[in-house]
């Protein structure tokens, strides 16, 4: 159903991703942030549900500043390896710069809403903190959140974009919650 782009980042680095349209009108588009296994079967089938149901999907293959093609399994190895890249390899601020260049791309079909999972969801909320253009964010079980305040304007001003309380996503996290959802018109 989807096919592979090419995005380039406000620096000049040019990053692949899988692009998934709707077959009939377009809702509306989401950027699907990957876990630590890359864009692999299990994300590009994420983007085509998104697809079927009407909105364009794409996820950016975040990895490519560090090792390009990156599609990994399940196994503990390639969690291991998955994590090694996530956590050591990664600048992140220039992962973020890849997901604003999947946002911009993303513009062109409508609203734009972020989700992620694991890795992803973290960086969907850094996403909700730091992007421009997206009306939604929404992450599941956001691994290394709170370390993330570091890197976002939370950290600056101790709220996310100024709405929400960082000692309110401390409870949140503290608490259990694997789920979130920002919506920024909402709260703007």
Known sequence: ??????????????????????AGDCKGAV?????????????????????RHGYAALAPAIFDRAEKHVE?????????????????KLDLKLTMDDLQAGIN???QFGNVAVVGYCFGGMLTWLCAAQAQGISC????????ITQALEHSRA????????KVPRD??????ANGNDFFFISKKCHQ
């Open 1 to 22: 159903m989807g096919k592979p782009v090419l995005l380039t980042a406000e620096d000049g680095f040019e990053l692949d991703a899988y692009l998934a349209q709707p």
């Open 31 to 51: 950027l699907v942030i990957q876990e630590i296994f890359g864009v692999n079967q299990h994300i590009r089938e994420v983007c085509d549900g998104y697809a």
């Open 72 to 88: 990994l399994g399940y196994n503990p190895d390639d969690i291991a390896q998955g994590a090694a890249i996530a956590r050591g």
């Open 105 to 107: 791309y993303l513009q």
């Open 137 to 144: 964010a929404s992450g599941y079980y956001g691994g290394g």
């Open 155 to 162: 950290s600056e001003n101790n709220t996310l974009g100024n």
């Open 168 to 173: 309110d996503l401390k409870e949140f996290t």
